[in-house]
């Protein structure tokens, strides 16, 4: 398997015991369905980042980077049924039933704010069907070198014997207690499916790949042919999100969380970063749609008045609203267009455009486009005068491309033409 490194030290520790947490924090045991998880929450802020071991492996193994997030964001790290404090359930649980423990946690700790969960090696698989389930709770996901359900099946392809082997060999290396949960593993492997087929959310994310080759490892899957074929897992699986980072280092072994944790904590910071900057995207867009439909209440209040001949308190109105607005330049170009050929509300389209040049006297476009709203109503003499102040800017701004002065004289022509034909 693609985590093999992860079961050498797991095994090591499910004889030996439990490594000692280093990250302070208020310890609990709280009650799920069929028992209990060791936990420990640290740390305060607007996120709440939660760290998903991989396979048979306790809490212990984020004391490298847990702490370091603090500062930031809330953090919860814990161990999965019958690893490390948290008593073992009657069965081995599958993959769907860690989920579920995990969905069982985050409620019992009363989690409100966003969540961004952290995935190791089998823990990629857990965090990953915890978000195709519960979309709607996940912010963000960092995924380190996270166990791919279709590696055994792209290596198949390669050497059957020697993936074959590779499990015989695990298997026999297994404590008896082990056994049944490697069994569970084996069977997504040899599907090579998860059992969740529904669509992870597209939120901002970062995967870690380890292609470190390891000396005199007997497993293939430690091979550098094989790591390849990882790395290109992690890229297509890379490829289903539109905001992320995936950072492949071959300075660490499969467990990037110990060997380089600085490479794990800048990846959950930079999740963070981008988890705040959509957020603060969209809030400035439901910002813009309100501004807009304000701004479209104004502007049919503007219309009855003009249709009433109330054409100085029209003005005024739709004045004072742009001017509430805060809308940019563009913005407001944008609008008068839109009444003008969309809504083909010329009085109103020369009103907005008027305002813009009044907001914006030194930009040759507000000018421009007042002059085109001007020649609508066929008032050419006056879209003249604005066609000349566009040129006459436009020739002075050095950024100003010809073709724009172009597109300037076009118009002050059709303007020249109008008053001919009067």
Do not use: C
Not at 74 to 92: D, L, T
Not at 148 to 166: C, F, G, Y
Not at 286 to 310: F, G, V, Y
Not at 384 to 408: C, E, M, V, W
């Amino acid at each position: 398997m693609n985590f093999l490194r992860t079961l050498f030290l797991a095994f090591a520790l499910y004889v030996l015991g439990t490594q000692t947490v280093s990250a302070q924090g208020t310890e609990k045991m709280v009650t799920v369905s069929n028992g209990q998880l060791h936990s420990i929450e640290a740390g305060e802020g607007p996120y709440t980042v939660i760290f998903e071991s991989g396979f048979m492996s306790d809490l212990s193994v984020w004391h490298k980077v847990a702490p370091a997030i603090t500062k930031q964001a809330k953090i919860i790290v814990y161990s999965r049924a019958g690893v490390g404090k948290s008593p073992a359930r009657s069965q081995p649980l599958n993959l769907s039933q860690h989920t579920d423990e995990l969905k069982q946690l985050i409620d019992g700790l009363q989690i409100k704010t966003p969540i961004v969960l952290v995935g190791h090696s089998y823990g990629g698989w857990v965090v990953r069907e915890f978000a195709a389930k519960y979309p709607q709770q996940i912010a963000g996901l960092v995924l380190v070198d996270p166990a791919n359900e279709s590696l055994e099946l792209e290596l198949r392809k390669i050497n059957p014997e020697k993936v074959m082997q590779d499990q015989k060999r695990l298997e026999s290396m297994a404590p008896p207690a082990a056994k049944a949960d490697l069994a569970l593993v084996q069977k997504i492997f040899d599907e090579a499916k998860l059992p969740t087929t529904s669509a992870i959310p597209d939120v901002p994310m970062a995967i870690l790949t380890s292609t470190q080759v390891t000396r005199n490892n007997p497993f293939y899957q430690e091979t550098a042919p094989a790591l390849a074929v990882k790395r290109e897992l992690h890229s297509r699986l890379f490829t289903q999100f539109s905001n992320g980072a995936h950072i492949v280092t071959n300075q660490s072994g499969h467990h990037i969380q110990l060997d380089e944790p600085h490479l794990v904590i800048e990846a959950i910071k930079v999740v963070i970063s981008n988890i705040e900057k959509e957020t603060q995207k969209r809030e400035r867009q439901l910002a813009k749609q309100k501004a807009r439909q304000t701004m479209m209440a104004e502007i049919e209040k503007t219309d009855a008045l003009l249709s009433s001949n109330k054409t100085t308190e029209a003005r005024n109105t739709l004045y004072e609203a742009l001017k509430v607005s805060q809308f940019s330049e563009a913005e407001i170009n944008q609008l008068g267009f839109d009444m003008l050929e969309k809504a083909k509300k010329p009085l109103i389209a020369e009103i907005v455009l008027a305002y813009n040049v009044m907001r914006f006297p030194q930009s040759d476009n507000t000018y421009d486009s007042h002059g085109e709203a001007l020649l609508a109503l066929n008032k050419f003499d006056e879209a003249k005068k604005q066609f000349q102040h566009a040129l006459s800017l436009g020739k002075a701004n050095p950024q100003r491309s010809p073709k724009a002065l172009q597109g300037y004289e076009q118009n002050l022509k059709k303007a020249e033409q109008g008053l001919q034909q009067k």
